[in-house]
């Protein structure tokens, strides 16, 4: 069929079953603008360029679908690299499209010109410069393929202004042919069956769960390979949801603010079976200390990921969906499970000594709303079937520690690149993808304002996202290690608040409320809750609350500094 | 210990910027980088030389591997393989030394490429260690300029690297 580029994109997508875009709207892609207003495409103007790119990622983590953003050349694509760089590091699938200036154009510094495409090759899986219109096609169908298959991640479509405009006889690509690209599926299933040995030996097992299980969707195969062997296990920030946190045999978050029993375990163990982890320095502490005790399995799609900083014994490459399955058949056919997890005794025995000695816990302070009772509350209302999405920093940590996580894909944070701003747009997205769940985006007031444009997005949407903002009116976690390793010199960490955002949220269209005092807190939220559009509630805590356990930068996990109760 | 990589990769635009853009981020030590067309109008060959323990090796192998754009890679360390590079040498030539500068070309079997009045431009095609060695004794003649390109490498045998 015969169409300009411009059509030629919108009929991608329709191929691609694209629900939504998010973007902004400029000059380089005025004429891919008007595309989309003749076909009626749905899209979702944000405020801001990162505001869309923050969204569409919220929208695929809470999906499982690429999220779709399209923005003009120059600043309108640079404005999106910070939230490029945060989907690259957490492997989340995004096709972003940004119009070029024209192709006669390029290489002058024209204007609104910048080379994206240079810019974002290293925080991009895969990235494209189409000057010709009859790549068009290809191309997309090709980026659509990186980003979703293997280890999934952002793939950038920078598309030459006049390429909008030339004609094309559109056929869309059944298939991709890429020599340098087959992600991997199906790895060696020998290195299952000398795993499994080693698991029949193991006395003291762990297994290490991430992001990984989230983005391949094999919590199931995770939770029978736990029933099955009984085996204990800790996550990583981007594992919570995969197990539901109620489970007996989750010991929680492992790392810098991770539980006492995790980080013991992970001292103990004799055997770590890492599940779609990176082995990130927040989750590791001293590296050349980490797991000392140790046999290290790690399961990965990415082959880059092994030994990358963390010695593998073990290394079982392949598609999670492949090796789990897998490894579930050879637990139910080949062990014991009954003398297994006989043998598990002493082990769990240990495991819980150490959760009831430690759990994560905190002092409450007489007339002060608590961060943590805030997030508490806020379990119990949603019994733990809410979509959290944060922000970075406190609110984050304190989200991951005492909200209990029921299901997978629930649990929507910038855990590598930590991105502050990153919550309120993202939870805007996870709304979008998801309209009948209950998004709850959990920020603070920092993070808050650096996006809070975003706010006239939801209300203009009328998406009913509810914005939870722990105002403690400083930059809290680099206040706490201001307080912690820095004498307190609090070196412009002080935000000091004079903004109301109770206001701000009602100037741009959202009902803002204010919780001052601890016993306002459960009615404000049971409100909040039950409200059918947006609202925005403003807890008023204190601004030395510290975030604990915490294992300092550089230390041992079994160094970690208690506080709590 | 030093590895030398045949990197199979498109031949499109942008890729070798990927690729050194790779390098210098994760922060490999790269000697050299050496990159032409191929027997085939698709593929570009880069050889890459790197200073690297078995684990790093692994790392760079595997990151490179993740380009989209890179086909395949192939280490030739171990293998029976030729390895080659090409300088092009720009030495001090008087009237005086000239005699003794082609019997020094003469002994590296090298060529003289080019003569003025005061220079000589010399092309030596050999191993890095042979090229080193040139290098060394024009030395004292007064090098004006050096130009080499990199260690390419080849191995032998009927089998291609892309079939390695």
């Excluded at chain 1, 399955?325 to 014991?336: M, T």
């Amino acid at each position: 069929m015969r169409m300009t580029g411009a059509q030629a994109v919108v009929e991608s997508l329709k191929k691609e079953s694209v629900e939504i875009i998010f973007g902004y709207p400029g000059g380089a892609v005025l004429t891919l603008y008007d595309a989309l207003y003749e076909s009626e495409y749905p899209h979702i103007l944000t405020r801001h360029e990162q505001g869309a790119i923050h969204a569409a990622d919220g929208y695929a983590r809470a999906t499982g679908k690429p999220g779709v953003v399209m923005a003009t050349s120059g600043p309108g694509a640079t404005n999106l690299v910070t939230g490029i760089a945060t989907a690259y590091m957490d492997s989340i699938p995004l096709v972003i499209i940004t119009g070029q200036v024209a192709v006669s154009l390029i290489g002058r510094d024209s204007f609104q010109e910048a080379d994206i495409r240079g810019i974002t090759t290293p925080i991009t899986k895969h990235n494209y410069l189409v000057k010709k219109v009859d790549e068009l096609p290809k191309v997309l169908k090709e980026a659509f393929h990186i980003a979703t298959t293997g280890r999934p991640g952002p793939v950038v479509v920078d598309i030459a202004k006049d390429v909008f405009a030339a004609e094309i006889d559109f056929y869309y690509p059944e298939k991709v042919e890429l020599r340098g690209y087959h992600p991997l599926y199906e790895g060696d299933e020998g290195v299952l069956e000398r795993l499994a040995v080693e698991m029949e030996k193991a006395r003291k097992p762990l297994l290490f769960v991430g992001g990984g299980v989230n983005l391949s969707d094999t919590a199931p195969e995770v939770r029978a390979l736990v029933e099955l062997t009984g085996f204990p296990l800790i996550t990583s920030l981007m594992g919570l949801g995969a197990v539901s946190d109620d489970h007996p045999l989750n010991f929680g978050l492992v790392g810098m603010h991770g539980t006492y029993a995790a980080n013991m375990a992970t001292t103990e163990c004799d055997l770590l079976i890492g599940i779609g982890v990176r082995f990130d320095d927040r989750v590791t502490g001293l590296l050349e200390q980490f797991a000392p005790k140790a046999k290290v399995v790690h399961f990965d799609i990415d082959a880059a990921e092994i030994n990358k900083n963390v010695r593998t014994d073990i290394r079982v490459l392949g598609h999670l969906k492949w090796s789990l399955s897998k490894l579930v058949d050879i637990s139910r056919d080949k062990f014991d499970c009954e003398a297994m997890q006989e043998q598990m005794r002493p082990w769990l025995g240990q495991l819980n000594e150490w959760r009831s000695e430690n759990p994560l816990s905190y002092e409450a302070r007489a007339g002060q709303v608590m961060p943590q009772a805030v997030i508490e509350i806020v379990d119990e209302l949603t019994q733990g079937d809410a979509v959290i999405v944060t922000d970075v920093g406190q609110n984050q940590m304190w989200a991951a520690q005492f909200y209990h996580f029921k299901n997978p894909r629930s649990w929507l944070t910038s855990g590598g690149l930590g991105t502050m701003g990153y919550g309120l747009p993202a939870g805007l997205g996870a709304q979008v993808g998801c309209p009948n769940k209950k998004v709850v985006v959990i920020t603070g007031d920092g993070g808050l304002m650096m996006n809070c444009q975003e706010l006239d997005t939801v209300a203009k949407f009328n998406l009913p996202v509810k914005i939870m903002v722990l105002n403690n009116q400083v930059l809290g976690m680099v206040a706490q290690w201001q307080r912690m390793f820095y004498g307190g010199r609090y070196a412009h960490t002080n935000m000091e608040g004079r903004t109301d955002l109770v206001k701000l949220a009602e100037a741009m269209g959202v009902p803002g409320m204010r919780v001052t005092q601890p016993d306002e807190v459960r009615r404000t939220l049971q409100e909040a809750l039950a409200m059918p559009g947006p609202v925005l509630v403003d807890f008023r805590i204190p601004s030395d609350e510290d975030v604990m356990p915490m294992v300092p930068g550089g230390a041992r996990l079994d160094q970690m500094v208690m506080g709590g109760k | 210990m030093k590895h030398t990589l045949a990197v199979l990769v498109e031949n499109r635009p942008g890729v070798l910027t990927h690729i050194s853009g790779l390098i210098s981020r994760r922060a490999f030590n790269i000697e050299s980088i050496a990159a032409g067309y191929t027997e085939e109008a698709d593929t570009t060959r880069i050889t890459v030389v790197v200073e690297a323990d078995e684990i790093e090796l692994e790392q760079v192998v595997n990151q490179l591997s993740k380009l989209v754009d890179v086909i395949k890679i192939t280490d030739l360390t171990g293998m029976d393989a030729i390895h080659r590079e090409l300088a092009l040498i720009k030495v001090k030539a008087s009237v005086e030394t000239r005699s003794d500068i082609v019997d020094i070309v003469d002994i590296f079997r090298a060529k003289i490429v080019d003569v003025n009045r005061e220079t000589m431009v010399i092309e030596l095609t050999g191993e890095e260690t042979k090229i080193d060695a040139l290098c060394e004794v024009l030395h004292d003649y007064g090098i004006i300029e050096i130009v080499r390109t990199g260690k390419i490498a080849l191995s032998r045998g009927p089998i291609p690297a892309k079939e390695l």
